[in-house]
């Protein structure tokens, strides 16, 4: 290939699939037929903004190799070589006046262009997937094609933290009238990153919720230095790292993020600000996730065993139950608006119905912590559910309390599974070092 950055991709990937052994992927959002521009633009950067962007990198890395006292309350993860790894990555995205300036660019000069390059097909199947190993952290948009048997890397970005969740969205801060094609990146920063993916060769994201952890090390050294400032917390930031997003699709700008700092922040992406902050949980915050069928209902779950059904116009909490365990994973049924699940570290699962105070019906689906269950979008009687313990099952929970009848299939792989997505025909498993698809209609 003649094109730079798709000769980059290959070479990134390949070196990742060498690494492959270290890779953990741990999230996974298909994006909606028609949720993506079939022609994208690219995010072009020029010397000058590559310049004003290196000296941003270089300052990062300078802060974060002082010394920090342990009093300061706040610890700052060594970010040099990612640093330099997000420069090297600018570098290469920089437009040239003149092909031949492009040291990315080697032999003959193809008549195909970058936009050429990067169309889609209406029927083209996108999957966003977080794959983080030791050393680096990359977000992948792959294509399905041909009902999902052949996947290719249509884009990567380099992300500054281990990812720990995204959230696929239709709307774009600087443009709250039309529909785009967005992601939201939680990672073990405070801060939360919006990128467009109708565009690529993707640099610096669109927007920034919240502050930087580099941003909380600045005020906390101040703080510091000044005995006299007061140390009062913004409302408007996490102070540690966000686990979970959720976007209401019904008021668009709106997004709820859960973070370790045992809040729920609800977010205006029209101004970027946190419109709300609430106090529900004692402990970490793990899962947030609203009711696609009611705009109003926020269903939460944390490390202190709670799983909390609140609405964020009132004061408390509607609904709580405690569990024995720490829940895992919560999904919403697309089609019955009061039916949810739970699943929990000791391998059960949980069915509720939010009109009552206990779960509806519930029981062990694996051996092992059960790390993620979710409804097929379509069919809400259809449910997976995966686990530590390399297994995937699939259930018609219409068929419950019934357990044999209501197991479809099983599998079990060899490595963990972390998460796992159902899109039309398709189910996509993300584990340790892969992500893999299968088509429903032959299992």
């Known amino acids: 290939m003649a094109k730079k950055q798709q000769k980059q991709q290959q070479q990134d990937t390949e070196q990742q699939q060498d690494e492959n052994a270290n890779v953990i992927v741990s999230v ?41 006292d342990e009093g300061d309350g706040l610890t700052v993860s060594m970010n040099v070589e990612k640093n330099l ?83 696929w969205l239709d709307f774009h801060p600087g443009d709250s009238e039309n529909l785009h094609n967005c992601v939201a990146v939680a990672t073990f920063s405070p801060s939360i990153e919006i ?69 729920i922040k609800i977010w205006d992406l029209n101004t970027g600000n946190c419109a709300q902050t609430l106090f529900h949980h004692k402990d970490k915050v793990n899962q947030v996730e609203w009711n696609p069928n009611n705009a109003e209902q926020l269903l939460s779950t944390g490390y202190d065993n709670q799983i909390i059904l609140s609405d964020p116009r009132a004061a408390k909490p509607g ?12 999904a919403w049924n697309p089609k019955v608006a009061h039916e949810f699940l739970v699943s929990l570290d000791n391998g059960h699962f949980l069915v509720f119905d939010s009109r009552k105070n206990d779960p509806t019906f519930g029981f062990q689906a694996h051996t092992a912590p059960c790390t993620s269950v979710c409804y097929h979008p379509d069919i809400p009687t259809m449910v997976c559910s995966t ?51 299968k088509d429903l209609s032959t299992i």
């Open 319 to 330: 609904w709580v139950f405690k569990a024995n365990v720490n829940p895992e994973s919560i």
């Open 28 to 68: 996974l959002k298909f994006i909606p037929r028609g949720g993506f521009a079939l022609n994208p633009r690219a995010q072009e950067v020029n010397e000058e903004d590559l310049e004003e962007y290196k000296k941003e990198m270089v300052d990062n890395t300078m802060e974060d190799d002082d010394d920090i």
């Open 85 to 167: 790894m997000r420069m090297s990555q600018a570098e290469a995205y920089v437009v040239h006046n003149n092909p031949k300036d492009d040291q990315y660019i080697t032999g003959n000069l193809s008549d195909e262009s970058d936009e050429e390059a990067y169309e889609l097909h209406e029927k083209d199947v996108l999957l966003i997937s977080a794959h983080n190993s030791q050393e680096v952290t990359t977000m992948h948009v792959d294509v399905l094609e041909q009902g999902g048997l052949n996947k290719f890397l249509h884009q990567d970005l380099l992300l500054n933290e281990f990812c720990l969740d995204v959230e």
């Open 195 to 263: 990128y467009d993916l109708d565009t690529y060769n993707i640099v610096n994201p669109l927007a920034v919720l919240g502050e930087t952890q580099q941003d909380q090390l600045n005020d906390q050294l101040a703080r510091n230095k000044n005995k006299n400032k007061k140390g009062k917390l913004s409302e408007h930031t996490h102070y540690g790292p966000v686990q979970s997003l959720s976007w209401n699709k019904n008021h668009r700008n709106l997004l709820s993020s859960g973070s370790d700092d045992c809040t």
């Open 387 to 437: 686990s530590i313990d390399g297994s995937f099952k699939i259930w018609n929970i219409s068929k419950f309390p019934n357990i044999s009848e209501g197991l479809v299939y099983q599998e079990r792989q060899e490595k963990p599974l972390f998460v796992a997505q159902f899109f039309e025909h398709l189910l996509a498993l993300g584990g340790e070092n892969k992500v893999d698809t």
